[in-house]
């Protein structure tokens, strides 16, 4: 199987378009036409996994985090990040990384907290804004069906992640001449020609654009099709950070922590006071480093907010109101390699696809 197949469903699988902006996922070494003979997918691609790889005889490795992050002046044996690239190339092996991209997708990385504890209603806790365009054209009434059945079909017309096939359509009277050389559906040339067409909008996400142009083009009759693309600054309920949930009863704190040490092998809690607080229901969580949605999660009235990274004056930022936990940044993104793992494996079922025995948490506690 070629690596451009892979990569062509990743991509639209899990788009680069939500990535954020400091991101770097996506194929970050490899030729797109070499035959990817196993898959190994891992959390962090460290010298060990590479290791694996090349005793696996895997040739592409998909990875959370990317290898490739910061600027590279050289490729040399100075530090860890060069000496991967430099074994990857020369074992002829290719990685690709599902980083914030993953982390932002309904379903992503957060959802797995969400079905190992059985939280119910869970949506995202901030959804991503500026990733959904509006399409609008025109066509003659026999032809809308047509055009709107061929832009469902591609992701078009889907509002959050409970509608789907939505549009609005009105009708008018369109005008045109067609000049010298053209080759009109309808109307003679140089003649003024007058036509009832209705109008269709419809929503897409943005990456879609391209997909979504040519779809237009190829179902419309028309030798020149009019229509605008317009960026909208909508949130999308469906792309976003993090995940807000609730338990299936409320719990006191010390049982829900003794619960989280069940379904999930922590070393460690960090946790503020919860002295005001004696219930928990309400739940908040993001994988990786999650300090930037303290506030979304007290907006929105969790009781606890888990994730990592926190710094010393971000559990100040509690201030009572909400017990915030840090369970390391690794604890937190654990499930990850094995959700990549099943992404792959669902679509290319006779494919190869291993999940990685290394443990690559770079923390350990005594």
Same mark, same amino acid.
């Given at each position: =199987? ?55 005889? @895997? ?73 959904? @365009? ?35 359509? @009105? ?79 409320? =719990? ?10 069940? $379904?999930?092998?922590?070393? =460690? ?26 506030? $979304? ?70």
């Amino acid at each position: =199987m070629k690596l451009a197949e892979i990569v062509k469903y990743l991509d639209n699988k899990v788009p680069l378009h939500y990535q954020e902006s400091y991101d770097n996922s996506g194929l970050l070494i490899g030729d797109k036409d070499m035959e990817v003979k196993s898959v190994l997918t891992c959390l962090d691609c460290t010298e060990d996994v590479i290791k694996e790889a090349i005793q696996q005889k @895997s040739n592409l490795i998909i990875s959370h985090h990317p290898i490739l992050f910061r600027p590279i002046k050289k490729i040399t044996s100075s530090n860890y990040v060069q000496r991967i690239i430099f074994k990857a190339i020369k074992n002829n092996i290719a990685i690709y990384a599902l980083h914030t991209n993953l982390d932002n997708i309904e379903g992503g990385v957060s959802f797995i907290f969400s079905n190992k504890l059985g939280l119910l209603n869970s949506q995202i806790l901030k959804q991503k804004d500026a990733v959904l @365009s509006k399409l609008v054209t025109y066509c003659p009434t026999k032809y809308l069906s047509k055009i709107q059945t061929a832009l469902f079909d591609i992701g078009a017309g889907k509002i959050g992640s409970k509608y789907d096939q939505c549009s609005f359509v @009105s009708d008018g009277l369109g005008t045109f001449r067609p000049l010298s050389g053209s080759n009109p559906y309808i109307g003679s040339e140089n003649k003024r020609t007058s036509q009832s067409e209705d109008k269709l909008e419809l929503i897409f996400p943005t990456h879609l654009q391209k997909r979504v142009i040519k779809t237009l083009f190829e179902a419309h009759p028309y030798e020149e099709v009019a229509y605008d693309i317009i960026h909208l600054e909508n949130q999308d309920n469906s792309v976003g950070s993090g995940i807000i949930g609730e338990l299936n009863k409320e =719990m006191d704190i010390i049982s829900f922590f003794k619960l989280l040490k069940k $379904e999930f092998p922590y070393q =460690m809690l960090k946790y503020t006071k919860f002295s005001n607080i004696k219930k928990v229901k309400k739940i908040a969580f993001c994988g990786g480093s999650g300090a930037f949605l303290i506030n $979304e999660a007290m907006k929105q009235g969790a009781d606890i907010y888990i994730s990592s990274d926190f710094k010393y004056h971000d559990f100040f930022d509690a201030n009572e109101k909400i017990i915030i936990v840090d369970i390391g940044h690794y604890e937190t993104e654990q499930f990850v390699a094995e959700q990549i793992y099943q992404i792959v494996k669902k679509k290319f079922h006779k494919l190869d696809v291993v999940l990685t025995k290394v443990n690559t948490n770079p923390i350990s506690y005594y």
